[in-house]
């Protein structure tokens, strides 16, 4: 079954530390992965995605086959990365996302 | 990016009356559109897809017709909550997906309608 865990419902870190959010997935087929972030009073926004390997505001992902993992990492925190960040994953036997249950991240100052 | 916008933004309504929110692209055309909901806390629940055109296919547990989904043009999708009860109270949100845009799978989401039943 398609299926995205979010362990942490909530994160907390300090402004300037390493964040890790964790995203393991299920899926038979090749998989296609996203992180989406959604700011307070805001829209859910792609935060980026693994087939472009791209960096965006610092997050960086990579998409571990072998631990069907997609972990979001960021080396170096900001109070602004303060949001809820959606693990999801794209069923392309439905067409549709499959969303994780989302982690709350805080950083504090 | 692409950009969805939802019409209106907050609606508070009488319980048993009906409800329509609308969700338009407005720089693209968008093939599918999803609706959401989303309870406080919690993650986006899939409600419906679709396309343009066609019948929405609905998720598992969601009443097709108190929710009811029209995809008429490629810009415009509405749900109308039918009969709404307090227990319809949420926040809907809308995704829409096309062909332009970027990547064909990416979906745009739009700000969200905050639905409160009396």
């Known amino acids: 079954a398609q299926r995205v865990t979010q362990p942490e419902k909530l994160l907390s870190v300090f402004k300037g530390a390493p964040v890790e959010l964790k995203c393991n997935y299920s899926y038979s087929g090749s998989p296609e992965l996203f992180w989406y972030v959604q700011y307070s009073r805001q829209r859910l926004q792609l935060l980026l995605r693994?087939?472009s390997r791209e960096s965006i505001k610092g997050f960086t992902a990579d998409l571990n086959k072998g631990e069907t993992s997609f972990h979001l990492k960021k080396p170096f925190a900001q109070e602004e990365d303060s949001a809820m960040y959606y693990c999801a994953l794209f069923w392309s036997g439905a067409q549709k996302l499959v969303f994780g249950q989302g982690t709350r991240l805080t950083i504090n100052p | 990016g692409a950009v969805v916008s939802q019409h209106p933004s907050r609606v508070i309504c009488k319980s048993g009356t009906s409800v329509k929110i609308e969700c338009r692209s407005l720089?693209?055309?968008?093939?599918?559109m999803f609706w959401y909901r989303q309870f406080p806390k919690q993650s986006l629940m899939l409600m419906a897809t679709s396309n343009e055109g066609s019948k929405a296919t609905y998720e598992q547990g969601v009443e097709k017709d108190k929710f009811l989904i029209n995809h008429a043009s490629l810009t415009l999708s509405t749900l109308t909550v039918t009969s709404a009860h307090p227990e319809d109270s949420s926040f809907y949100i809308c995704?829409?997906?096309?062909?332009?845009?970027?990547?064909?799978?990416?979906?745009?989401f739009g700000p969200g309608t905050r639905l409160t039943v009396l």
């Open positions: 693994h087939i």
């Open positions: 720089d693209f055309q968008a093939t599918t």
């Open positions: 995704s829409a997906r096309g062909t332009s845009g970027g990547s064909y799978n990416e979906q745009f």
